[in-house]
């Protein structure tokens, strides 16, 4: 299975509330990333987070990483109409050959205007 | 501009027909890698590329082979193509294996 698992698969919101989605994985991590995909488009990376750091902010992206918990969740607060997309976390793990990645299933996000 | 390009972007061909798709990025990144994605399965890796002349599995290398004989293009070729190999392919580069990826914009595949 897959070793980055998103939660929940969809998600559906008024613009101007915030979307949170998770992201669980099994094995330790070296980091985690998250990356957003427009339907039928390449993935565009938002936030990387080291296995040490616990938060980190981008604009309206919010990342926070539990690696006691092995999971790590993505806050986009204020949503528009324009967040609408899927969300993807994806992991390298230690000790495994680096340049390996592994991504999740994904959230579709869905704002409605 | 900073990008990563795939051809073709779209490809219909029958099963056994020898096919590549080609991946080129003008950042000078080391690393480079390549995904399927399928519906209810996410992005899986197939194999990636740390440097020239550099590859290794990722995932799902069954059925695929790639080739890194200079720094900038890691084309994807599929010997005998099979319908299970119908999907949604991306590319991607970064400075290296650990760093934020950019994706090109995808090459659809159906094998009939």
């Known amino acids: 299975s897959q070793q980055g698992e998103e939660d929940p698969q969809a998600l559906s919101i008024q613009e101007g509330e915030n979307a949170t989605m998770n992201c669980s994985y099994k094995t330790s991590i070296n980091n985690l990333q998250w990356y957003r995909q427009n339907s039928g488009r390449g993935l565009v990376h938002l936030i990387l987070i080291r296995s040490n750091e616990r938060e980190k902010h981008s604009g309206r992206l919010r990342v926070t990483l539990d690696t006691s918990k092995k999971s790590s969740s993505l806050l986009i607060t204020a949503s528009r109409a324009a967040d609408t997309a899927s969300y993807f976390c994806?992991?390298?793990?230690?000790?495994?050959?680096?340049?390996?990645?592994?991504f999740g299933d994904g959230t579709t996000l869905t704002v409605k205007p | 501009e900073a990008q990563v390009t795939q051809n073709p972007r779209y490809l219909i061909t029958v099963t056994g027909k020898k096919l590549t798709v080609t991946c080129s990025q003008n950042m000078n990144h080391e690393y480079m890698s390549w995904y399927r994605q399928d519906p209810g399965l996410g992005l899986r890796q197939i194999y990636y590329?740390?440097?020239?002349?550099?590859?290794d599995k990722g995932d799902v290398p069954e059925g695929y082979k790639v080739s890194r004989k200079e720094k900038r293009n890691f084309p994807l070729i599929l010997e005998s193509p099979s319908p299970n190999q119908t999907s949604l392919y991306f590319c991607?580069?970064?400075?290296?294996?650990?760093?934020?990826?950019?994706f090109g914009d995808g090459t659809r595949l159906s094998i009939l």
């Open positions: 991607a580069s970064s400075e290296d294996g650990n760093q934020p990826q950019h």
């Open positions: 994806a992991t390298d793990q230690i000790n495994t050959n680096a340049g390996k990645s592994t």
């Open positions: 590329s740390m440097n020239v002349e550099v590859t």
